[in-house]
């Protein structure tokens, strides 16, 4: 299991809005490369979103699922790599007099998992949640640019490609 913590300032509705909005998963998530599709009612139970992950030149297609939704205080999703790892990652949003206080948890959703997150790579999974805290802080709090760009449906034939690179493009527009 991995647990981190973040203090943000700005109330719980906004990290949820900003948890709402799949391209967001795109800036926010480390080693994800980008976001491909989403259900329209994101994040309802059930619904999910298309991702790639990876590092460098290994790059997995896969999709992240819903498994609990409360608007919003949290939001509990199974995270999928296939073949490697699903895991099961758990944002609350606590408010506090100065704002909201995020935690994420993240635990092995199966038995491959399980062997993958022990004692020797937990360390390297909070590292990885902390950095991804610090950039959902960022998106919320709006010193980060949220990534923009067309996202189909999941049952559509077509896919976006929302990267976090978006949010920079659009950054860079906004400045020259």
């Known amino acids: 299991m991995a647990y981190n913590e973040i203090r943000m300032f700005v109330p719980p509705d906004r990290v949820f809005a900003v948890l709402s909005n799949p391209r967001s998963f795109a800036r926010w998530v480390v080693g994800s490369k980008s976001v ?27 999709h992240s699922e819903v498994m609990t939704c409360e608007r919003p205080h ?42 993958l997150f022990n004692a020797l790579t937990a360390p390297l999974v909070r590292l990885r949640n902390r950095e991804s805290l610090r950039r959902l802080k960022a998106l919320a709090e709006g010193t980060e640019p949220m990534p923009s760009g067309f996202l189909p449906p999941r049952d ?7 990267t976090a690179s978006n949010a ?7 400045i020259f």
């Open 156 to 162: 559509a034939d077509a896919e976006g490609h929302v």
């Open 36 to 62: 491909r599709r989403a259900d329209p009612d994101w994040p309802a139970v059930g619904t999910a979103f298309d991702h790639s992950v990876g590092i460098g030149p290994l790059v997995l297609a896969d």
């Open 74 to 115: 949290l939001l509990r999703l199974l995270v999928k790599a296939r073949p490697f790892s699903r895991a099961f990652v758990t944002l609350r949003m606590q408010p506090t007099s100065e704002g909201t206080l995020v935690s994420m948890e993240e635990v092995a959703a199966d038995m491959r998992s399980r062997l």
């Open 168 to 174: 920079v493009r659009g950054l860079r527009a906004q």
